[in-house]
């Protein structure tokens, strides 16, 4: 099982949630602990246990991610999200308990440093963990088989891919096609394509302000616990605000496969987008919205 911590809910369409605010927590008693991480022998994952100190209800975990190759070059640093979700549900997060959970590695990655971030919990506050908190290194994988379909979630867009792929957002016919051709790109899993959508800053759910390396790291471990995913986009509304800007609303039917781990998911998203165009490619700087499961 992998560690998806709402990925059905942020790329087949979310509820939305409250802006969230800090709470206040004594650095000598931190609500979550990481007990250990690493990359088992023979596996393209990284695993890590995680225990529950605290009885204020938690909805995710989030945990620094650094991945590096056989000569030591950082691949990917990113964050990785874990709500406790298996076979696509949502299970309760309890004080005094420890939860073993895997993320997939990047292609060409062998070791991995993890780390605890932060907490947030349900009220909608967070914890953050001390910047003395230490990371705890992986030991290299003695072999591992990853997919080359999908890039390190840091990699950058090719421009020329953005162009192809892009239309104009000053007419609600280029927002359909731009629109469409992203969640035509979110069936594959080239994962640099579909972050060529997003603008280097992107206010993202509850999340607010995230880059992509952040965006790159949900879609990848998306793709990876899904497999199989087909969308169809109707419905698409444009309203410009400027000369360079628009929002956009969507609606989109989902269907997400695991065959190997009898997962799946179908249902109905509405979908939210504000729009910029940069030199002329539009670009996403806001994504949100609401999902009704079947």
Same mark, same amino acid.
């Not at 691949?75 to 299970?91: F, K």
């Not at 971030?117 to 088989?145: C, I, L, N």
């Not at 956009?248 to 249902?267: D, I």
């Given at each position: 099982?992998?560690?998806?911590?709402?990925?059905?809910?942020?790329?087949?369409?979310?509820?939305?949630?409250?802006?969230?605010?800090?709470?206040?927590?004594?650095?000598?008693?931190?609500?979550?602990?990481?007990?250990?991480?690493?990359?088992?022998?023979?596996?393209?994952?990284?695993?890590?246990?995680?225990?529950?100190?605290?009885?204020?209800?938690?909805?995710?975990?989030?945990?620094?991610?650094?991945?590096?190759?056989?000569?030591?070059?950082?691949?990917?640093?990113?964050?990785?999200?874990?709500?406790?979700?298996?076979?696509?549900?949502?299970?309760?997060?309890?004080?005094?308990?420890?939860?073993?959970? *895997?993320?997939? =590695?990047? %292609?060409?990655?062998?070791?991995?440093?993890?780390?605890?971030? +932060? /907490?947030? !919990?349900?009220?909608?506050?967070?914890?953050?963990?001390?910047?003395?908190?230490?990371?705890?290194?992986?030991?290299?994988?003695?072999?591992?088989?990853?997919?080359?379909?999908?890039?390190?979630?840091?990699?950058?867009?090719?421009?020329?891919?953005?162009?192809?792929?892009?239309?104009?957002?000053?007419?609600?016919?280029?927002?359909?096609?731009?629109?469409?051709?992203?969640?035509?790109?979110?069936?594959?899993?080239?994962?640099?394509?579909?972050?060529?959508?997003?603008?280097?800053?992107?206010?993202?759910?509850?999340?607010?302000?995230?880059?992509?390396?952040?965006?790159?790291?949900?879609?990848?471990?998306?793709?990876?616990?899904?497999?199989?995913?087909?969308?169809?986009?109707? *419905?698409?509304? =444009?309203? %410009?605000?400027?000369?360079?800007?628009?929002?956009?609303?969507? +609606? /989109?039917? !989902?269907?997400?496969?695991?065959?190997?781990?009898?997962?799946?998911?179908?249902?109905?998203?509405?979908?939210?987008?504000?729009?910029?165009?940069?030199?002329?490619?539009?670009?996403?700087?806001?994504?949100?919205?609401?999902?009704?499961?079947?």
């Amino acid at each position: 099982m992998k560690s998806v911590a709402r990925l059905i809910q942020l790329f087949a369409g979310a509820a939305m949630l409250l802006p969230l605010t800090r709470a206040a927590a004594s650095p000598d008693e931190p609500p979550v602990e990481l007990l250990s991480s690493g990359v088992p022998p023979g596996k393209a994952s990284v695993s890590y246990k995680i225990k529950v100190n605290t009885d204020k209800p938690i909805n995710e975990v989030h945990l620094n991610l650094k991945e590096t190759d056989a000569g030591g070059k950082v691949l990917v640093e990113t964050t990785v999200v874990w709500a406790n979700i298996v076979h696509s549900t949502r299970q309760p997060i309890e004080k005094g308990k420890t939860y073993e959970d *895997d993320t997939a =590695l990047s %292609p060409g990655a062998v070791a991995a440093e993890c780390s605890l971030k +932060e /907490v947030v !919990y349900k009220d909608f506050t967070r914890w953050s963990a001390p910047t003395s908190s230490g990371t705890r290194p992986s030991p290299p994988q003695t072999s591992a088989t990853i997919s080359p379909s999908v890039p390190p979630a840091s990699a950058r867009p090719e421009t020329s891919r953005e162009t192809k792929t892009s239309k104009a957002v000053s007419e609600n016919e280029g927002a359909e096609g731009f629109i469409k051709s992203l969640y035509r790109d979110m069936e594959q899993d080239d994962v640099t394509k579909v972050l060529g959508y997003f603008d280097e800053t992107v206010d993202y759910y509850a999340y607010g302000p995230k880059d992509k390396a952040f965006i790159g790291e949900q879609l990848r471990q998306y793709f990876a616990t899904f497999p199989i995913r087909s969308f169809s986009v109707s *419905d698409v509304s =444009l309203q %410009p605000s400027s000369r360079n800007r628009a929002a956009a609303t969507c +609606e /989109v039917r !989902y269907s997400l496969q695991n065959s190997a781990q009898g997962a799946t998911s179908a249902g109905r998203s509405h979908v939210e987008f504000e729009l910029v165009k940069r030199n002329g490619v539009p670009k996403i700087t806001r994504f949100a919205g609401t999902s009704t499961p079947d």
